[in-house]
């Protein structure tokens, strides 16, 4: 509580908006819409506790997803008792061998990925996802979703920063 000499009573201007609401806003400087709708919509593998618990979750998302390749994201095999990534044979088990899975890793710098995409980016089958290969299969796997992969992504990004009261995003993804 301040003593009653440092209370400065501010004049505000009152317009009657007629039953009108007006909020403030924020703008989003920086966002790839894309990228953010794909997480948004995609398969969240933070939970996973364990290798055979991600490749669970994968196979049950691959069977409720059936069109179009996986994006998923989130795993950390460091957490995980075996302490071991996703293999592209693991991946082909949960999903199939012509399905196409990208599944990024949560420190979003490296990632796993099917044998379909790894062909793709002319990524061998167990090079590690790093650097320019992981560069690369990202890019085979953003070239390979569908038109209507693409248009949800972008809704689920834009629907969740109307959410949050961001009104006007700047698309930095290019």
């Known amino acids: 509580v301040y003593p009653q000499q440092h209370i400065h009573l501010v004049r505000a201007t009152v317009v009657d908006l007629e039953k009108a609401f007006v909020a403030p806003a924020f703008v989003d400087s920086h966002v790839h819409v894309t990228a953010t709708g ?42 995980w008792p075996q302490q071991q990534a996703p293999t592209t044979s693991d991946i082909a088990a949960a999903v199939g061998r012509g399905r196409e899975a990208y599944l990024v890793r949560v420190d979003a710098h490296s990632a796993a990925a099917s044998t379909v995409l790894r062909q793709a980016a002319a990524v061998g089958p167990d090079s590690p996802l790093t650097g320019d290969s992981h560069h690369r299969v990202r890019r085979a796997a953003r070239d390979s979703l569908t038109v209507t992969q693409r248009a949800a992504a972008r809704q689920a990004a834009l629907d969740s920063a109307a959410a949050a009261g961001i009104v006007a995003v700047h698309e930095c993804a290019g």
């Open 38 to 79: 794909l997480t948004r919509i995609g398969l969240d593998l933070r939970p996973a506790t364990s290798l055979r618990h991600c490749l669970d979750l994968l196979t049950e998302y691959s069977r409720t997803h059936p069109d179009g390749p996986i994006w998923a994201h989130g795993w950390d095999e460091s957490m």
